[in-house]
C-alpha cells in the first residue's frame, strides 16, 4: 500500500501518537500494520 494513502487516512485524527490501531480482523492486516508505524499504538 502507499504510504500516502496511510498518511491521508491519518490526516485529521489528531496526534498520531495518541491514536490507537486496532485490527477487527477484515483484511490482511497489512494497513492496520502500516498505520501503527506512523504513530498510532
Given at each position: 500500500y502507499?504510504?500516502?494513502a496511510i498518511?491521508?487516512?491519518l490526516q485529521g485524527l489528531g496526534e498520531?501518537?495518541?491514536l490507537v490501531a486496532a485490527d477487527v480482523g477484515a483484511g490482511?492486516?497489512?494497513s492496520t500494520r502500516?498505520?501503527?508505524e506512523?504513530?498510532?499504538e
Open positions: 502507499p504510504i500516502a498518511d491521508h487516512m498520531p501518537s495518541r490482511s492486516g497489512i502500516m498505520a501503527a506512523r504513530g498510532p
